[in-house]
């Protein structure tokens, strides 16, 4: 930096090269494998190459919907996606409400305990969590156990193979598992609030409430939007491994999640082709959802998330 | 795009800087990397056992179901007699996506023990090595050559027409093609015989009569020995491929198998090619005989969530009455609690006609092959050599002569106190052999060659431990011996046999062939139908809803492709049948 | 902090009772699995498999924890684990405050661009096999920067500091630009000290991803050098549960299926990995709280 004035523009390219090694790795790892997609275009078992493989143009994607079974199942499948997708939607401010009224514990013990041992779920993995759930609900479970001796029921309840309110327990579980842990991100947001705007609410004579909604909750809220805007863009991906070990015959019609599907379908050998040909199409919906929710928020909040 | 005037020069000079240091670090890693086993400058001409280089050899095996280096007792063993450490790709742990990722990056190990429609696809690949030459100059490979490797490998017609010898096949019985060795069927009614023998060991003429059986065995035994509640039939999801995997090896018990490799038919003895979802089909009549049961009450309620952990556990507490699978005996039963005739025991059905496949006197369906990109095949090929030679397979299936076993005055092994429980207790071996525990210094390649049905030509015994004179001898129980008195026979293959209530149909080994994207699909969908409809019919309300489920399933699979995946099958079936023919022919 | 709350009415104590109720359940239902698993590591298998152990562990005995840290391979792994996840952790936490940091300001060249380039790779799945491709080509199998490389720049994170950065006043940063100070020093000097909260959140959430991760070994490692503590785990747990396909091939001989079948993994060996693999985070995440202090006093620098 010879001269002391600096250009605009050439700072904004000094900022540019800062980033620039980032970038790099992003278009390495992220943006270079890419070039698979090009697979789905094409009937590809290894070890045969790409280059030897038939190319079949659009007929996995078509092979989605090719007769009314399939579609039928399809339909289902996406009710249930949108079910659960739409639950946890719904309840994606219970994190925040959490962080909250976490917050307004003047225990610190008590308030570090619960800060500490509510993530404690989300380190069991969903096979162990359903060894919990079997010997809880099984009909030799405690639960049944426990009815049983209080004379409530004579045959057990089979709650593990029940098929309604399949989408609600899922969302139960999930919930349980995550709440304490996705709360972290808004007890570090809750820090960053400056505290003069405490101060002066209390000066005001604010009740505890009042405080929340006033200067709690709204400074709390861009952190949410972009979550609910990320959240949303990942509305096709409910992940797998949680529905997969909870699935049996008699849920499955209300289980199965897009995920679930694509890997049954791939349990018995399922084309490689076809599993890119569905990842593909899931990635290009969460970008185009990303980008109009974005768009969404721009019109209603005037501001946009990315 | 980005115009030079935009940078300064001292920004330029960082952003090479960083993007330099990335390289180097990238290039370095490569390098380090790249040069792992060595080994490669000794070309070891055939015979010449020149083993002072150590070599690493990557196990890429199907049937591993550990993930490392070979250790323990084992691995010193090779270590010593060939400088050899091998490190193992399990599949089983590291998911199929292993095999698809490393096939596509063109090296998937070294010896490779993989399934008989991989090696298909591997051959035209050229990612397996041609044996035939290297395999004449072995001492003991060479000896199966003609009975077994070349019927094997002759069979892939349209990838080897030449009859080149690319790979060996697992778990070589060499007994004969028509053989069947073991005490009992892979697949038949198993019961507690103390139970059995507790309700007065009634004569059972059919499957009605069975759970009229199990239910007043149920009425008689309430509890298990450790107080939970009997259950006489329990079953398991996790299992499931094709269909439901219980109702399929019930089938077997009335004379129709379900092939590996297809999923829509049942296949007789005589060549009966039967669709699934025929209504005269044993899989219909399996579902039929699980519903009534479970219309008595009979079937365990956790059946549809519990996988089979939850079962084996069931097991091992005898809560279980009716079991299918021989070695599902083995959880519960011990010499111990035989000596007092407790324990599971076969129980025939007088309307059984079960059927069998012979002894894996061609293999049973993997093989060992050694990739097209292995450093030093010839030292890969030695140590194979060993690995079906009579020492070879002493030290893997037995252990150490006097650790595990020890030679009697006959001229026969007999296994020692501790070579009885080894395995078991994963005794710890002295540190001469390489310490550890016995069972973890075990090989983890998990599967071979020759297989433990072998001769052993100093013995004239199998190589299979349980089935020495002196071992016999020690598990003559109570139970056994009520046994033999009510039937009549030394065992219950035995039996089966003598009543002609078997078929022993023989064992062939080949590849099906791969299913095209297409079948696949279809396939994975029809099987994902099946399976759930089949729960349901089992757990069905009333017989409406059992037969409404039925014919539900048999105009929607037609909907999902059936016709076209069930031609693929009738092929495949087509090709058992000649081979089990050609086998008959050649004995 | 809490010396000016004195405005105290009914619906407050209300709330306050409320809160340390719910906050009570909610604690117990997620505390009682794991004390669950705990007793049920260290009582009698037999016993556990009955399902009997349910408020206390019964015939304590610790020999599932014994046999585990006789893995072989555990302390290599150990190491491993530890490495990757301190290194690893430690670039994505310096790379998300960084690009965070970076994507609030205006003058970046085509910044709307770039950020959005990064964000969207967030939903990229491309398959198993370029991946792979990718990285052995890279040369990144059988190498440790494999744990490394790919993880550094993680667009979740870049959001998370990046939302943070914006809801901290303008005026920080302004002072320091009149100051003199360059980008990197306000980034170094003001952004880090501020951010510690929502790094510390980022440093917990990579680090417990690093600790847990082991489906890249799976793909990219075969010396088992490069093991890592969950992947030996994983394989402890995996190694029993491979009986299914082997009963398939009928004829891979009874004995050899009998002598699997016996050693299945209970689930009780299931849950001491689990405690082994938790209990360190557990030790951990309280110190990393110690950052979730509400301590900016902004009035001051305005003063």
């Known amino acids: 930096m010879r001269t002391k004035r600096r250009s605009l523009k050439n700072e904004s390219a000094i900022h540019f090269l800062y980033i620039l090694p980032f970038l790099i790795l992003l278009a390495i790892f992220a943006y270079l494998p890419l070039y698979g997609w090009i697979y789905a275009f094409f009937d590809y078992k290894p070890p045969i190459p790409l280059s030897r493989s038939p190319f079949v143009g659009f007929k996995w994607f078509a092979s989605l919907v090719e007769t009314q079974v399939k579609i039928d199942q399809l339909i289902q499948v996406i009710k249930n996606t949108f079910g659960i997708s739409g639950l946890m939607l719904m309840f994606s401010w219970l994190p925040m409400i959490f962080a909250i009224f976490l917050n307004e514990i003047r225990a610190v013990r008590f308030r570090k305990a619960v800060q500490t041992l509510t993530t404690l779920p989300n380190f069991i993995s969903w096979v162990l969590v359903y060894s919990i759930a079997f010997a809880m609900f099984s009909s030799e479970g405690m639960v049944n156990g426990l009815l049983r001796q209080l004379g409530a029921i004579d045959s057990p309840i089979l709650f593990l193979q029940d098929s309604s309110h399949v989408w609600l327990t899922m969302w139960m579980w999930i919930t349980w598992k995550s709440l304490g842990w996705s709360a972290i991100m808004y007890i570090a947001a809750i820090t960053s609030i400056d505290e003069s705007l405490y101060e002066a609410a209390y000066v005001d004579g604010a009740t505890r409430m009042q405080v929340i909604w006033h200067v709690t909750l709204p400074s709390l809220l861009p952190t949410y939007f972009v979550l609910l805007v990320l959240q949303v863009a990942n509305f096709l991906n409910n992940g797998l491994e949680q529905y997969f070990v909870f699935q049996n015959a008699f849920n499955k019609e209300y289980i199965q999640v897009l995920d679930l599907y694509v890997y049954n379908l791939a349990i018995g050998g399922g084309s490689y082709s076809v599993s890119v040909a569905i990842s593909m199409m899931k990635s290009l919906i969460s970008v185009a959802l990303l980008f109009s929710v974005n768009q969404l928020s721009k019109w209603l909040r005037g501001e946009g998330v990315v | 795009m980005i115009k030079d005037r935009l940078f300064s020069r001292k920004a330029w000079i960082i952003c090479l800087t960083i993007l330099m240091v990335a390289a180097v670090v990238l290039a370095g890693c490569k390098s380090s990397s790249g040069g792992g086993g060595g080994g490669s400058g000794s070309s070891g001409s055939s015979g010449s056992n020149d083993y002072s280089e150590h070599l690493t050899i990557t196990v890429f095996s199907n049937a591993a179901n550990y993930q490392g280096e070979q250790t323990g007792w084992y691995g010193k063993l090779l270590k010593d007699k060939f400088n050899i450490t091998l490190n193992i790709l399990a599949p089983q742990v590291a998911g199929s996506q292993l095999y698809n990722t490393r096939v596509a990056g063109g090296d998937l190990g070294d010896i490779l023990v993989i399934d008989n429609s991989q090696l298909e696809e591997l051959i035209p690949a050229g990612m397996v090595l041609d044996l035939t030459d290297m395999i004449q100059n072995t001492k003991h490979l060479s000896q199966y050559v003609e009975k077994h490797f070349k019927p094997f490998n002759s069979s892939f017609t349209e990838v080897n027409p030449e009859g080149r010898i690319y790979a060996m096949p697992t778990f070589i019985a060499p007994t004969s093609p028509t053989t069947f060795s073991e005490e009992l069927p892979y697949s038949s009614p198993i019961l507690p015989w103390d139970y059995y023998q507790g309700i007065g060991a009634p004569k059972i003429t059919d499957l009605d009569h069975l759970l009229e059986v199990l239910k007043t065995m149920r009425d008689q035994y309430p509890k298990a020995p450790n107080g939970l509640p009997t259950i006489p039939i329990t079953l398991w999801k996790d299992w499931d491929g094709g269909s439901m995997e219980n109702v399929r090896w019930i089938s077997n018990w009335y004379g129709y198998e379900h092939p590996e490799g297809t999923t829509t038919i049942q296949l007789s003895a005589s060549g009966d090619i039967m669709p699934l979802i025929d209504d005269r089909s044993n899989y219909k009549k399996v579902l039929q005989f699980l519903f009534k049961a479970n219309q008595m009450g009979l079937v365990d309620p956790d059946s549809a969530a519990q996988d089979w952990n939850k079962v084996a556990e069931k097991l091992t507490n005898k809560q279980v009455l009716l079991l299918w699978y021989t070695w599902q005996r083995g959880f519960y039963n011990t010499i111990a609690r035989g000596m007092n005739g407790d324990g599971y025991a076969a129980v025939p059905i007088a309307d059984v006609h079960i059927l069998q496949t012979s002894d894996a006197y061609y293999g049973n369906g993997r093989v060992f092959a050694i990739g097209s990109k292995a450093k030093n095949p010839q030292r890969i090929m030695d140590f194979l050599d060993w690995y079906v030679s009579p020492e070879g397979l002493r030290y893997t299936i037995n252990g150490f002569e006097g650790f595990n076993y020890e030679r009697t005055e006959d001229g026969k092994f007999r296994l020692t106190e501790i070579g009885q429980t080894a395995f078991q207790d994963n005794t710890p071996v002295p540190d001469e052999y390489g310490g550890g525990g016995y069972q973890d210094g075990q090989y983890k390649i998990n599967s071979l060659i020759i297989g433990d049905f072998g001769t052993d030509p100093e013995t004239g015994e199998f190589y299979n431990s349980n089935y020495w004179s002196h071992t016999l001898a020690a598990n003559d129980t109570k139970l056994r011996q009520e046994w033999q008195q009510m039937f009549g026979t030394t065992n219950a293959t035995e039996y089966y046999i003598k009543n002609n209530m078997i078929d022993i149909v023989p064992n062939i080994n080949t590849s099906l062939g791969s299913d095209s994207s297409d079948i696949k699909n279809k396939r994975s969908q029809i099987s994902d139908y099946v399976k759930d409809a089949s729960w349901k019919m089992v757990f069905a309300k009333d017989q409406a809803e059992f037969d409404q489920l039925w014919s539900k399933m048999q105009t929607d699979v037609k909907g999902l492709g059936w016709d076209d995946v069930f031609a693929v099958d009738s092929e495949r079936a087509q090709k058992i049948i000649r081979l089990r023919a050609e086998a008959l022919a050649n004995q | ?303």
Request: hydrophobic share 50%.
């Open chain 3, 1 to 303: 902090m809490t010396a000016l709350r004195r405005s105290t009415d009914v619906t407050d104590i209300i709330i306050t009772i409320l809160t340390y109720v719910l906050f009570s359940a909610f604690t117990f239902i997620c505390v009682y699995p794991f004390y669950y698993i705990i007793i049920n590591t260290i009582s009698a298998n037999d016993i556990s498999a009955r399902g009997e152990v349910i408020f206390w562990p019964k015939q304590v005995h610790f020999q599932n924890y014994i046999d585990i840290f006789k893995v072989p391979g555990l302390w290599n792994a150990l190491m491993i684990s530890i490495s990757r996840t301190v290194l690893g952790t430690t670039l994505t936490v310096g790379a998300s405050a960084f690009l965070g940091y970076m994507f609030t300001k205006d003058k970046i060249w085509m910044r709307k661009f770039w950020y959005r380039f990064t964000i969207i790779t967030m939903f990229f799945n491309a398959g198993i096999i370029p991946w792979y491709l990718t990285m052995k080509t890279l040369g990144l199998t059988n190498n440790f920067l494999a744990y490394i490389l790919p993880t550094i720049v993680a667009p979740f994170y870049i959001i998370l500091v990046k939302t943070f950065v914006e809801s901290t006043p303008k005026e920080l940063q302004q002072a320091a630009t009149i100051d003199g100070a360059g980008t990197l020093m306000i980034f170094w000097r003001i952004m880090l000290p501020i951010c510690k909260p929502i790094l510390a959140t980022v440093a917990i959430f990579s680090a417990v991803d690093q600790w847990n991760a082991f489906q890249d070994t799976l793909l990219l490692v075969t010396d088992s050098n490069l093991y890592s503590l969950q992947f030996i785990l994983y394989n402890y747990i995996k190694q029993a549960s491979s009986l299914s396909t082997l009963v398939n091939l009928q004829n891979a001989g009874s004995t050899a299926i009998a002598s699997l079948a016996t050693e299945q993994t209970t689930t009780s060996i299931r849950m001491t990995v689990t405690i082994i693999v938790v209990a360190p985070i557990m030790f951990v995440y309280p110190i990393f709280q110690r950052f979730f202090v509400k301590g900016i006093m902004i009035g001051a620098v305005k003063g």
